[in-house]
C-alpha cells in the first residue's frame, strides 16, 4: 500500500485528489496538509510514502517544505511536486530541494497515478511536457556552475556508470539488463551501488547527479 500526504493550500485541489487517489486499490490517501509547514509537520507524524507538494502556499512553501521532509533522515518519504505553474525556477528549485517528481495539475488522472506509483517505487518522475527542456536547461546550468562530483565516497564503476547512462535513457530495470546481458538482480544490485555511493535517493536524482558529475549527457535525458 502506498501512503499519501496531499499539501495544498485550496481544499478543493486536496479533495480532488483525494478522490482519485483514494479509488485506487494500492493507494491510501493518510493526510491532508494546507501549507509546507503543516506538510512537514504530517509527514514526520504519519510518515508517508509520498507527499503530493503543492509549490505555492502561504507561510512555508512546497519547496522549503520538501527540502525539510526529504533532509530528515528519520524520513523515508519522496516528494512528488504538483503545480499549476510552468515555471523553469520552480522546477529546478524542486530538484534542488531533493523532490523526487514534478507533474503539472493538468495532467491526467492517468497520468497522476502513474507518478505517484513512480515516485513510491523509487523511479522518480517529471511530466513529459517539462522533461526535455528542463534537464537540458539544469544541466548547462550545473556545468556553468561550480558543482564538483563529491569528494566523500568512492567513484562509480564501469558497470555502474553504464546503468546510470541507461537510466538516464529512460529504461526500466528489466530494459538495461537486457541491453547489458544481465541478469536483473544485478542491475538491481548495481543500482543499489548507485545510490549509496551517490547519495541520491531515487533514480532521477541519480541521475541528476550524473549531470553534475559530468557522467550522463543531457542529450540522452528524454524520458525520465
Not at 480532488?16 to 485506487?24: D, F, H, P, T, W
Not at 510552468?86 to 507518478?115: C, I
Not at 543499489?192 to 547519495?199: F, P, R
Request: aromatic fraction near 4%; hydrophobic fraction near 50%; proline fraction near 2%.
Amino acid at each position: 500500500m502506498i501512503r499519501v500526504l496531499i499539501a495544498d493550500d485550496q481544499a478543493v485541489v486536496r479533495a480532488g485528489l483525494a478522490v482519485i487517489l483514494g479509488a485506487e486499490a494500492d493507494i491510501e490517501v493518510i493526510g491532508e496538509a494546507v501549507d509546507g509547514a503543516d506538510a512537514v509537520s504530517l509527514a514526520r507524524s504519519l510518515r508517508p510514502d509520498v507527499v503530493c507538494m503543492d509549490i505555492r502556499m502561504p507561510g512555508t512553501d512546497g519547496i522549503a517544505a520538501t527540502r525539510e521532509i526529504v533532509g530528515d533522515a528519520a524520513l523515508a518519504t519522496d516528494v512528488l511536486i504538483l503545480t499549476t505553474f510552468d515555471v523553469d525556477a520552480d522546477v529546478f528549485a524542486a530538484l534542488e530541494a531533493g523532490a523526487a517528481g514534478f507533474l503539472l495539475k493538468g495532467a491526467d488522472e492517468h497520468t497522476l497515478l502513474a507518478a505517484v506509483r513512480s515516485v513510491a517505487a523509487g523511479d522518480g518522475t517529471l511530466d513529459q511536457r517539462l522533461t526535455r527542456r528542463i534537464l537540458h536547461e539544469f544541466a548547462d546550468r550545473r556545468r556553468a556552475s561550480s558543482a564538483q562530483v563529491p569528494a566523500e565516497g568512492p567513484p562509480l564503476t564501469e558497470r555502474e556508470l553504464d546503468v546510470l547512462r541507461l537510466l538516464a535513457e529512460g529504461l526500466s530495470n528489466a530494459e538495461i539488463a537486457d541491453r547489458l546481458f544481465v541478469e536483473l538482480t544485478t542491475v538491481k544490485y548495481h543500482l543499489a551501488g548507485i545510490l549509496q555511493k551517490t547519495g541520491a535517493r531515487d533514480r532521477l536524482q541519480a541521475v541528476l547527479w550524473g549531470i553534475r558529475a559530468g557522467v550522463v549527457e543531457a542529450l540522452s535525458l528524454i524520458h525520465i
